[in-house]
Nanobody, 122 residues
Framework: QVQLVESGGGLVQAGGSVRVSCAAS????????MGWFRQAPGKERDIVAA????????YYADSVKGRFTISRDNAKRTVYLQMNNLKPEDTAVYYC???????????????WGQGTQVTVSS
């Protein structure tokens, strides 16, 4: 059983940056690929980025390529999402999740955090 807790969200102006973190406890963190999803009001939850267990392979949604960076520190049992050049349309609740292998489909993720709100003002 893996428990995930996100932190670092908040209010940021358009064009600004924020880093959200996801700390894992329980289980063996380095055995899991990790993903970041987001859900805006009235919309479905979508994949934002994902990273394999070692950090050697990553995936980004087209909407965030070149602006967001996913990384992980297995010693700290933490995955990060650095978000730069934020836009109002990035406003959402951001969730981290753990999967057996790098995946882009929500159903492939076994464990989920509670989410952290990121609001981008124009």
């Amino acid at each position: 059983q893996v428990q995930l807790v996100e932190s670092g969200g908040g209010l940021v102006q358009a064009g600004g940056s924020v880093r959200v973190s996801c700390a894992a406890s329980g289980g063996t963190f380095r055995h899991y690929a990790m993903g970041w999803f987001r859900q805006a009001p009235g919309k479905e939850r979508d994949i934002v980025a994902a990273i394999n267990w070692s950090g050697s392979s990553t995936y980004y949604a087209d909407s965030v390529k070149g602006r967001f960076t996913i990384s992980r520190d297995n010693a700290k049992r933490t995955v990060y999402l650095q978000m730069n050049n934020l836009k109002p349309e990035d406003t959402a609740v951001y969730y981290c999740a753990a999967a057996v292998t790098l995946a882009t489909i929500e159903n492939d993720y076994r464990y989920w955090g509670q989410g952290t709100q990121v609001t981008v003002s124009s």
